[in-house]
């Protein structure tokens, strides 16, 4: 039990479950939850989840995502696999690094789609930066089809990461 | 595809599509 406990890449590889964890565990509240649920609540409550709730989560929302894939990054370089996974083993007869390696790839355009656009787009919708108020459509829209891009591929993504670990 | 994702039910089955992609191709890229 010691040699899990002190092993570091053991512990980068519980830093990487934990930050996933509650990456796409926001990613799938926005979904199931707060995405379908806003045009139901009345205006006069809108403000609720807009200037508290949703700014709360879009913060861990984000860091847990730059966590995710940082942790993975390094996780892969201490096994000694980094290369094979981004280059997908193509044709080296390894399923476990061509797995692990589209669901990097996947993980990492993720993570791009929330720093280059779901936050930047999120910061004008809910009024976080100074933007023209016909602005704020748009960029809700932006983020709304960005969030749900990586709804989609959050699905194939953890049948990598966990196909990896059993193929 | 921006329908597709207008879509939280139609989001879930294209993943879950994507996801059946993704198995039956993986073998034939490991080789």
């Known amino acids: 039990m010691e040699h899990i406990i002190f092993n570091p890449a053991f512990f980068v590889r519980w830093l990487h479950v934990v930050s996933g964890i509650l990456w796409i565990g926001l990613l799938w509240y926005f979904n199931f939850v707060q995405i379908p649920t806003m045009p139901k609540i009345p205006d006069e409550h809108k403000p609720g989840v807009s200037k508290y709730i949703a700014p709360r989560a879009l913060l861990y929302f984000r860091h847990a995502a730059l966590g995710t894939v940082l942790f993975g990054l390094i996780l892969a370089f201490q096994n000694g696999y980094l290369v094979d996974a981004l280059t997908l083993s193509i044709g080296k007869g390894n399923v476990t690094y061509t797995l692990i390696g589209l669901g990097m790839w996947m993980g990492i355009i993720m993570a791009i789609n929330v720093w280059v656009f779901i936050w930047p787009n999120q910061k004008i919708a809910l009024g976080l930066v100074d933007a023209p108020a016909d602005s704020k459509p748009k960029a809700a829209r932006t983020a709304m089809l960005f969030s749900r891009t990586n709804f989609m591929l959050s699905f194939p993504m953890l049948y990598c990461m966990v196909g990896a670990q059993n193929a | ?31």
């Open chain 2, 1 to 31: 595809m921006g329908k597709i994702l207008q879509s939280m039910e139609l989001t879930i089955l294209a993943g879950l599509v994507l996801t059946v992609i993704v198995a039956v191709v993986t073998p034939m890229l490991a080789g």
